[in-house]
């Protein structure tokens, strides 16, 4: 493999042919279209096997015939100084094409370059063109530059050559299979693609043109050989001004395969340097296409599929980030989608209601203070510093906080890792729901409001979705299966190399802070039912709790046995805990216990400064 780090340098006259031919096909291409086209595009329309999009930058981007324009191509002709003679003009544009062009082409690409009309161009160009000696007609529809035809007026084959600008050295390669051709005046391109096959490579028009003047004589007309070949299909003629015949034709189109090959072995450097496609940005026409991508989908698109389907261009290659920066900008005000994570968006009006609202099983209701006949008033809320020292680090800890009762800022969150540990509780197993507070905030977006992302685990994909308002992961239900405890069940979500995928991990761990067996879970349904049919204030069911756990029991798990019985904040429970003698911490365990002997001492009257009014 020919390589360098700069170029690709092809020896192989097929290969370079093969070049030429690609480039030939994505001319044809462009000619006449009036955008430039993406990579994608112009490789669909190419339709050759093995060409890549990375082979198609290379050949474009390092050919004067193309310019690329915002990660798009056109043509180069169409970009020259219009104040030129209007010949001088035509001349470039049949000259970079490099064949014989058609009228109806050539006038689109007049009305391309000076921004008018195409019929006008359509007929006035077959009388300028024949008025000037350096075009010539091909037949009614194509014209060529009369500087690719050999012509004839002397018998002396030295002043043929002069005359036609060429040496007998640009002949010489070709005598001797020259002189083993019989030209056939009816079937000249027959006899040409015999020429073309017996030397084995591209042979140049004016060299074929010379033998054949040389072997017909009076026979041979510049303007009918010259067409006759151009038009056939027996050879085919290059921008180059060679000729290959139909049987090389397949090589050329093999060796195609072997161009795309070495192409995309070549350092990445090496192509961004011969191929440099200029700024990366989204244009209106772009945006229009991103928004067409996105609804057509109809669900959640990324970045990164956007780019490259729009722009053609993946995150790592350069120019990646700022056509990102270009695409959120471009998206940021409009509104026929909407944003769902740092970089993706879905359909405006695709995401479901029921994650813009708070499940009703979570709203904590309001407990209001409870006076009993005698006058004495239970459950009241302290402020901070009338909290018992440990509860006052203990209400941190994220689980005991859930939605409306919550301090997301001076939470005691676990570390940031790529995966975080979670513990169900059973209101939120019941609404399929997970509060933020139990995550690291920077482990999921801050950003936007709803972000949505999708869970995995052994094969089965389904969608979530995070709403940083409500502080809620919406969706779980699925995945909180009847297995799961009705409180304690611990699982983990871990990140994966996909953004806005996650992977839900659960082996029937439970979380021993918040884990409730059934035994109990019965138990503590039967004090809900009395509870509710008694008015029983938080006081009494706390009570009754460690009446059961005499030895004591943590705050946290108190406090998830008190929600299983009656939905209260956090606060209010350490507040009741701090507030009388009856309750108190065993040794250093900081476990709660309570003393029936103590109750008769009731509210600690040192608190009372401190009762939230």
């Known amino acids: 493999m020919s390589t360098s780090t700069d170029e690709l340098t092809i020896q192989d006259p097929i290969q370079r042919a093969a070049r030429v031919y690609l480039e030939d096909r994505a001319y044809e291409v462009l000619l006449g279209r009036p955008e430039p086209a993406k990579t994608g595009e112009m490789l669909r329309e190419l339709g050759l096997e093995d060409v890549t999009l990375r082979t198609v930058r290379y050949v474009l981007g390092s050919s004067p015939r193309f310019e690329a324009m915002e990660r798009r191509w056109t043509l180069a002709s169409r970009i020259q100084d219009t104040k030129k003679p209007f010949e001088r003009v035509v001349e470039t544009l049949i000259s970079a094409y490099g064949k014989p062009i058609k009228l109806l082409d050539l006038a689109q690409e007049l009305a391309l370059t000076y921004d008018r009309p195409q019929d006008y161009y359509e007929s006035m160009i077959p009388k300028l063109l024949r008025s000037l000696d350096k075009f010539f007609a091909v037949d009614s529809e194509h014209y060529g530059l009369s500087n690719w035809l050999v012509t004839v007026e002397s018998d002396d084959p030295e002043d043929v050559l002069f005359d036609n600008f060429m040496e007998k050295a640009d002949i010489e390669p070709y005598n001797k299979v020259a002189s083993k051709i019989k030209w056939n005046a009816e079937d000249v391109a027959a006899s040409a693609a015999e020429f073309v096959n017996k030397f084995g490579k591209p042979v140049p028009m004016k060299a074929i043109a010379f033998y054949a003047w040389e072997a017909l004589g009076s026979q041979y007309d510049p303007v009918g050989f010259y067409g006759e070949l151009a038009l056939s299909d027996k050879v085919e003629l290059l921008s180059t001004q060679e000729l290959i015949s139909a049987s090389m034709k397949n090589e050329v189109i093999k060796a195609i395969s072997t161009l795309a090959a070495e192409i995309e072995e070549m350092p990445v450097e090496a192509e961004e340097e011969a191929a440099e496609t200029g700024p990366v940005a989204i244009t209106e026409s772009d945006r229009d296409e991103v928004v067409s991508l996105i609804i057509k989908q109809g669900g959640t698109v990324s970045a990164e599929e956007i780019l490259e389907s729009v722009l053609e261009i993946s995150p790592d290659e350069r120019g990646y980030d700022v056509a990102l920066d270009s695409l959120k900008s471009e998206l940021e005000s409009e509104d026929r989608v909407v944003r769902v994570g740092p970089d993706r968006w879905r359909p405006a009006g695709s995401i479901p209601e029921y994650v813009q ?37 203990e209400i941190l800890n994220p689980l005991v906080q859930d939605i409306g009762d919550e301090d997301p800022d001076e939470t005691a969150y676990q570390p ?40 995995t685990s052994e094969g089965v994909r389904r969608d979530a979705w995070i709403n940083n308002r409500t502080r809620l992961i919406y969706g779980l239900k699925d995945w909180f299966t009847s297995e799961m405890p009705v409180s304690g069940a611990a699982f983990e979500i871990h990140k994966t190399e996909r953004p806005g995928e996650y992977r839900f991990v659960y082996d029937n761990r439970t979380d021993p802070l918040v884990f409730v067996p059934t035994s109990r879970l019965l138990e503590l349904l039967d004090l809900k039912n009395e509870a509710d049919t008694t008015e029983m204030p938080v006081f009494d069911i706390i009570t009754r709790i460690l009446e059961h756990y005499r030895k004591g029991i943590g705050f946290v798990p108190l406090f998830t046995e008190v929600n299983l019985v009656r939905r209260v904040t956090r606060r209010l429970v350490a507040s009741i805990l701090s507030s009388y003698h009856a309750f108190h911490t065993r040794g250093k365990t900081g476990e709660w216990q309570y003393d029936p002997k103590k109750r008769s001492q009731g509210f600690n009257k040192a608190k009372r400064k401190y009762i939230k009014k």
């Open 357 to 393: 609202e708070i499940p009703s099983v979570l709203i904590i209701p309001p407990v209001m203070p409870f006076e009993t006949p005698e006058g004495d008033i239970f459950d009241q809320e302290l402020e901070d510093e009338g909290l018992d020292a440990g509860l006052r680090n």
């Open 416 to 455: 940031l890792d790529t995966y975080q540990r979670c513990a169900l509780k059973y209101h939120h197993k019941e609404a399929g729901t997970m509060p933020l507070i139990q995550f690291h905030p920077d482990f999921f977006p801050r950003e936007p409001e709803i972000v949505h992302i999708t869970l």
